[in-house]
């Protein structure tokens, strides 16, 4: 597979908690054209306990390796197709990380991708217009120019 034809990645997303931000989860955003995934790596929680600038061990793992190295290391594999990497991460990390997840684009109306000097993130509305917009993903940090390059010009993109 190849990074920016058939898929994007950001290694430091976050998945906002649907209760409040201290439920959020730091992971790895893949996308590609037809769904959004979010693998967690670590819990806001863990994050929060170590001092700044301390590394922080990984909080999930996925066939006893951390999930981010086991994404890295599929994605890396000869002769993987994109359709064979969706259904791993669909059907195998989801069964394993119940944390994880998959939003399929075809599932919402329209979704936008910000990328400011404040944030970064995706949004997506499951109805048509302004109202209903919700944060599905934030903070993609250096990432965040090459996933809005990655989806410009899908059709449900809103700008």
Known sequence: MKELQEYVIAENARLLGEKS????????????KKYFFFVPVNTTEDIRKTRKGKPVAPTFFFKGKPTSEFIQEFLNRRGVTTAEFEEFLRKKVQKEIPESLCCAIDDVEQFKIYSTWWGSGILINSTEGKAGWKPLLSRFKGAKKKIKGFYQGHPKLVR
């Open 21 to 32: 931000l201290s439920e959020s989860l730091q992971g790895i955003f893949i996308g590609t």
